[in-house]
């Protein structure tokens, strides 16, 4: 059969590149993919399953198989298989943070109207880290309170040291010149993300993560690697928010001094909530791509003891270990 030998868990284009990571995300965050409904999705399952199993139906064409790998990959787990949520899926990026951010660019002049939308985009955004961690690392009771009450609500909660002094700098760039004041939203979502990403994925920190040589062999676990993965997930959700959350005040605030503009102030929300899709349609799947998914790292640069055990059992045949960074 033509398809005998077709790899269905082979990336279709080259993830060692950018331009390959960049297709690959392009076609996984299709938000278009989260309005199809459970069965669809199964259906698509079943048929990678199957092809994984070597049994393809009469009649399936390639295309028809990497469109229901689409489906699969933007959908299900890479680490369990599982179904994911709708709202923490990657594919709900675009319509989930396009109605978050334009909110929180619209309503940014007061402290309490900072701190609400920031609440919202962090319990938001506390879905997405939860679905998309890496599920080969338990997941405890706390985790799963955080992901109710989040890091957000904790910094409104707890007067701690830092938190003050991040509600100062927001007071302060909000009495700072009008468009340096619209900025005040991205520094909140940098600020959060920050703390949000690391605290809902702590037990991948304290515990390590797995690691695997280049064929999937399990070798142990690793806190460096955790801490690698979130930090580097930690740069692409800053960078997927930048562009929009920058670049729309300076729009904004020439676009609010033209006559017709302000005949419809009602309309400057969801204007905003548009204009932030458009840039959040090219950045969702850009940043995502920035650092690859199935991330590596040097044998040389992990714990002594996880180091000294690979040595010893292979001794030159592994020089990185791979893991699953998240998203």
Known sequence: MAFRSFDIDAPRWDQSTFMGRLKHFFNITDCRTALLPDSRLDEAKALVESCRAGSIPPGTTEEQLYFAKKLYDSAFHPDTGDRMNLIGRMS??????????????????????????????????????????????????????????????????VPQPWVLIYYLFIYILQKAPPLVARWVPFVAVAAANCVNIPMMRQQEILNGIAVTDENGNKLGHSKKAAIKGITQVVISRITMAAPGMIIMPIIMQRMEKLKFMQRITYLHGPIQVMMVGVFLIFMVPAACALFPQRCSMAVSKLEPELRDSIISQYGDGVQRVYFNKGL
């Open 92 to 157: 709900f990026q675009v319509p989930g943070g396009m109605a978050i951010t334009g909110f929180m660019l619209q309503f940014y002049r007061t402290v309490p109207a900072v701190v609400f939308w920031q609440w919202v985009n962090q319990s938001f955004n506390a879905l997405v880290n939860y679905t998309n961690r890496n599920a080969a690392s338990p997941i405890t009771c706390l985790c799963i309170i955080s992901l109710v009450l989040n890091s957000e609500t904790t910094q409104i909660l």
